[in-house]
Nanobody
Framework: QVQLVESGGGLVQAGGSLRLSCAAS????????MGWFRQVPGKEREFVAA????????YYADSVKGRFTISRDNAKNTVYLQMNSLKPEDTAVYYC?????????????????WGQGTQVTVSS
C-alpha cells in the first residue's frame, strides 16, 4: 500500500512558477513509476508527466513540454513537478499517482495509487 500526499499548489499569475511535491509512504517507493495528472471540473483527468522508477525516463504531455519538469528523489520518497511559464489553461487540480509498473505510463488506469490532489490556479 502506498499513500501519496501532494503539496505546493496555490494561486500564481500567468508566467509564474510553482513546484508541486508528492510525498509517498511505504518502503517500495523506488520501485514505482510516478505520474502527475490534472483535472478540471466536467473534464476527464489528463496526463501531465511521468517518470520511471529510476528517474532515467520521463514523459510529458505536449501541452506542458518545455515548461514542466518531473523529477524524483527516492531517498526522500518524493516526486516533484516544477512548473514554469504557467498559463491560465494550466489551472486544475493536480494529482500525484504511483504505478506498480516500473516504466513510466501515461494512462490513468495504469496507476494504482492516487493522492488527494492540490489546486493550482493561474490568473491572467
Amino acid at each position: 500500500q502506498v499513500q501519496l500526499v501532494e503539496s505546493g499548489g496555490g494561486l500564481v499569475q500567468a508566467g509564474g512558477s510553482l513546484r508541486l511535491s508528492c510525498a509517498a509512504s511505504g518502503r517500495t517507493f523506488s520501485s514505482y513509476a510516478m505520474g502527475w495528472f490534472r483535472q478540471v471540473p466536467g473534464k476527464e483527468r489528463e496526463f501531465v508527466a511521468a517518470i520511471s522508477w529510476s528517474g532515467g525516463s520521463t514523459y510529458y504531455a505536449d501541452s506542458v513540454k518545455g515548461r514542466f519538469t518531473i523529477s524524483r528523489d527516492n531517498a526522500k520518497n518524493t516526486v516533484y513537478l516544477q512548473m514554469n511559464s504557467l498559463k491560465p489553461e494550466d489551472t486544475a487540480v493536480y494529482y500525484c499517482a504511483a504505478s506498480k509498473l516500473p516504466v513510466a505510463r501515461t494512462r490513468v488506469y495504469d496507476y494504482n495509487y492516487w493522492g488527494q490532489g492540490t489546486q493550482v490556479t493561474v490568473s491572467s
